[in-house]
């Protein structure tokens, strides 16, 4: 569900902690902050700076901002004082394409989940879910406030249900456990499918 699997190890709490070495992942870094920028904005260099800032960790705004602009993810109004996301930047595929030749994986689409039956889950299973999704909810806000800090709250593309996982126990019953939805593969990668999503929500793109 997350086309940016492969830059996870470089994300810590929705913060870029450093860029990669390799290319590809190099752009997919670029393509990950671009869709992290308000599009309706236009900064100055200082603010433009101060938004960078939020989002990485290792303190080279002015590295990351020349990188942005070359790739052609953001633009500079003609005497060079203010920043915009350009509205015409490439995709990640278009980047990888240009810079590495190469495509990212397609994400997958997980198939619907049957919905659980009645002796599956109770009544205390699904508050015990809802709360557990609330508490990631909570940390992604947190996340998205940092660049548009008008937000109150997230858009989660998972049910409540996919809050659920069913394991065996030995030596045979199945219980069922609060956790972060299977396909998102790891909690950073699920705040930042839900950040980037209530992002895109609140520019008018989904």
């Known amino acids: 569900m997350n086309e940016y699997d492969e830059l996870m190890p470089f994300l810590q709490h929705g913060m870029l902690t450093r860029m990669p070495a390799r290319r590809k992942k190099q752009m997919a870094a670029l393509a990950w ?8 904005k236009e900064y100055f260099e200082t603010e433009f700076n101060a938004l960078l800032n939020r989002l990485h960790s290792f303190d080279d705004p002015a590295s990351l901002r020349r990188d942005l602009f070359g790739a052609g993810l953001i633009s500079r109004s003609p005497d060079g004082s203010a920043y915009r996301l350009d509205p015409g930047r490439p995709s990640l595929r278009e980047l990888l394409e240009k810079y590495c030749g190469t495509e990212p994986e397609p994400a997958v689409q997980d198939a619907p989940s ?14 015990h879910a809802a709360d557990f999704r609330e508490s990631i909810h909570a940390e992604a806000l947190e996340i998205a406030q940092r660049v548009r800090p008008e937000l109150t709250e997230v858009a989660d593309p998972y049910p409540v249900e996919a809050y659920f996982q069913r394991h065996w126990d030995y030596p045979g019953a199945w219980y069922v456990t609060a956790a972060i939805p299977e396909s998102a593969k790891s909690r950073e990668a699920l705040l930042d499918t839900i950040v980037r999503n209530t992002l895109a929500k609140a520019a008018g793109k989904v």
């Open 33 to 40: 902050l671009a869709e992290h920028i308000p599009p309706e």
């Open 114 to 127: 049957a919905p659980f039956s009645p002796p599956d889950v109770t009544d205390e299973d699904l508050v």
